[in-house]
């Protein structure tokens, strides 16, 4: 491409992507590759859905951009389906664009209704890619929980820890990102985090859930902070939730918003509460309660998980993690991962390459055939280098 601007500096394997068909994607050659990492974590329902496609369509005919001055219903048909699997009773949704937004007007509500300034989030999370989040040199506490990873209390922690209390207490966010850990998916231990957030809510502060990557069915559940067995009190969801239409969503607990109707909070952007987006993020939800996705994604990714870990080999790959259709695989060093990398891609299959390891998250569409030829395919691509 002679226009286009890389930023992400990758060196594409893929010259000319023209066409695709559910979990494939296929070049100007005619070749076809499974898509393990869904496009950029987005198309969980495959590429080229038809039932998306059609609702697309359809929404296009009728109506796709309202602005301020008026509304549409579909807004608060899909709102309400987005407060169904929160369970976030009569709370209130925004539509945005990208999660990066999400987790922005997510943060700005909390600043407003506690009147502080300082965000706290795990060290190693990956919350946007606004100044604002990823910029920590000012307005964050990052709380280090490495030597949480193998302390001796990690599955009952200790509220009194050090750690713990070292918390300030003028904090006005908690931002959990559950498990991605900037797409190297560690999951830190569940007392640990229901700890964090009794602290910061008992010293007034919110909790706010990132789901752009662990969302919509990704874990297993339909979001990552179930697994933890929290509430939070605001959730930003992108990626999945749009099936690779740009889209994402801010869902507001209803005890917030009794909070908002007493101090009003003002925002504006032009395509907030676009219906397009909208009926689009109800199409999703429908097909995944439907299909019964997500119990599904719990079980490939189990069968996915057991068999990759399986493999483990300490002078190549050292460990593999994962959760529901969320794996990320250690590999040794980085020459192992491009030549691992580039045989997967030969044989017909994009995984995600974060230089020392492999992200995979395949649509949840995925079944237990492709996934044992992926598993054939890999364990064939590591006796090589052996």
Partial sequence: MDYIYNCMGHDLKIPNVVDSDGLYVIDDRGNRYVDLESGTWCTAL???????NRVI???IDRLMHTGFCYSNEILDRSAAAVLEITGFGSGKCVFLCSGSEGVEISRQ???HLTGRTLSMTLHDSYLGAYSSVSDRSHGWYLFNWEACMT???RDNCDYECPSLKAVPKDISDFVFEPGSS????????KTLIRNLVKR???QGGKVIANEVTTGTGRTGRWFGYQHYDIEPDMVAIGKSIGNGYPVSVAAIR???MTELDKKPFKYGQSHMNDPLGAAVVREVIEIITERNLIPEAERKGR???DQLQSLIDPEIMPDVRGRGLMIAIDLINEQTTETLHDALIRNGYIVGNRRTAFRIDPPLIIGDDDIKSFLDTFEEAMKSIT
């Fill in 182 to 189: 900037s797409g190297f998916v560690r999951f830190p231990p």
């Fill in 151 to 153: 302390c001796k209390n």
């Fill in 109 to 111: 509500i909390a600043k």
């Fill in 46 to 52: 495959g590429h080229k859905n038809e039932r998306i």
């Fill in 303 to 305: 069968l996915l998980l």
């Fill in 254 to 256: 209803d005890s917030v």
């Fill in 200 to 202: 910061v809510k008992s």
């Fill in 57 to 59: 369509t359809s929404q």
